[in-house]
């Protein structure tokens, strides 16, 4: 696959050199850095190829050279943990039993990547709602990278996105999640 990427590359420099003035400016300047090739998935679970030196980026869908179909992953909330359990109130520092709790679930999910999703009810504004649920999602995150787990994505939803209503206390608590999105 990596040669589709080489390729489209050079098929992106020819167009170049049959625009007037381009040839000249792009012998003129000239690009350091690394490029750093890498996968990404989506969040329908399509893979694709990237690279990215810096200033500019290359990005192309994955797909299987026998079929030429795109190479998707299967896609499913693999856990949903309260975060009662996992948190003290208000906070985003993961509790003891919560930290082993989740290096032991990324450790056998056996999953090829993961997103985490976080949740909270509507007690706070949303602003701080939506930043508490995305430290929360860090830090679960965190813990999957800790233990040489591969984060997809990692987003805070705050209570945009409630499971349940927010008028019970009952409601409330099942608002206050943490979900774990497994890619296989």
């Known amino acids: 696959m990596l040669c589709r990427v080489v390729g489209g590359a050079a098929l992106f420099a020819s167009v170049l050199a049959l625009v007037p003035g381009t040839a000249m400016a792009q012998d003129r300047s000239g690009v350091t850095g690394r490029v750093q090739p890498g996968l990404w998935i989506d969040p329908d679970g399509c893979m694709h190829w990237v690279a990215d030196g810096g200033s500019e980026g290359y990005m192309e869908g994955r797909v299987n050279p026998q079929n030429g179909m795109p190479v998707c992953l299967d896609v499913n909330t ?16 993961l509790t ?7 290096e032991q679930f990324f450790r056998s999910a056996g999953a090829f990547a993961y997103a985490v999703y976080g949740h ?25 990278r800790s233990v040489g787990a591969r984060v997809a994505r990692e987003i805070g939803f705050g209570e945009r996105r409630p499971a349940a209503s927010n008028a019970t206390a009952a409601g409330m608590q099942q608002n206050r999640r943490v979900e774990i999105v497994c890619y296989r």
């Open 78 to 93: 693999c856990a949903v943990t309260n975060t009662d359990v996992l948190f003290q109130t208000d906070s985003a520092r």
């Open 96 to 102: 003891h039993s919560g930290r082993a709790q989740l």
């Open 120 to 144: 909270t009810d509507s007690r706070a504004s949303d602003e701080y709602n939506m930043a508490l649920s995305q430290r929360r999602a860090a830090a679960v995150a965190d813990v999957a």
